[in-house]
């Protein structure tokens, strides 16, 4: 049990364009779901943390309209990276956090943004 | 001063070895606390939770102490795949989002 996809697990663009990364819970209902980005060799840094049916809440430092946050259902939450440009190629992994019992994380298996 | 500290490394260790690993928190509010397992280029995957009276499973060993702020995991008999970056991670109370506070990392190399 607890298993989180997420799609895509690889996506390689021009600079400009928008990227689209969906994470779902598959086994548990979600209600709060975690973003995260990971540059090499460092930890995971927490962009935003989102809540169903409410917006997400940023970290500091993080652009709200850069990365957008939609957590539409129980099950899945999407975030969206605007413009994208060359820095902001990175490894973006959700975690989801079942809304009973502990609260363990779950992590999806990343994407692996690369922008041109 | 980092929330969650641990020991970068590298520790480059022998098969069969036993190797401890340390993480120092500072937010005294923090209410739960886990070792996970990353290996390169994929996602964290939990190993075990942390609890105060410590914990076991197989040849793993997870310890908590609170009055001092610290966590330790120790690992006996060390495998060839026990090599991976192990993070300490500290959840405040949900009161504060729950959030989770992720160490750098330590990284274990075993080798044969």
């Known amino acids: 049990g607890a298993v989180v996809s997420q799609h895509p697990s690889r996506v390689i663009c021009k600079s400009g364009t928008s990227v689209k990364i969906e994470c779902r819970s598959l086994d548990f209902q979600a209600t709060t779901m975690f973003w995260y980005r990971q540059f090499p060799k460092q930890s995971l840094m927490l962009m935003a943390t989102s809540n169903e049916g409410s917006k997400a809440t940023y970290e500091q430092g993080v652009e709200k309209d850069k990365f957008l946050i939609n957590h539409a259902s129980l099950t899945l939450s999407t975030l969206t990276v605007t413009s994208a440009h060359p820095e902001d190629s990175s490894f973006y992994i959700c975690?989801?956090?079942?809304?009973?019992?502990?609260?363990?994380?779950?992590f999806g298996p990343g994407t692996r943004l690369t922008v041109l | 001063r980092k929330e969650v500290e641990q020991d970068p490394g590298p520790f480059n260790v022998p098969e069969g070895a036993t190797v401890a690993f340390n993480c120092t928190y500072s937010?005294?509010?923090?209410?739960?606390f886990f070792w996970y397992r990353q290996d390169c280029r994929k996602e964290p995957k939990l190993l075990m939770s942390v609890y105060s009276s410590g914990n076991e499973d197989g040849r793993f060993t997870a310890q908590l102490n609170r009055a001092s702020q610290y966590i330790s995991l120790l690992i006996r008999d060390s495998k060839l795949s026990d090599s991976a970056t192990y993070l300490c991670v500290v959840n405040l109370p949900n009161t504060n989002a729950g959030k989770s506070t992720f160490g750098d990392g330590t990284t274990l190399t075993v080798k044969p």
């Open positions: 937010n005294s509010a923090s209410q739960s």
């Open positions: 975690s989801a956090r079942p809304g009973t019992g502990p609260d363990t994380q779950y």
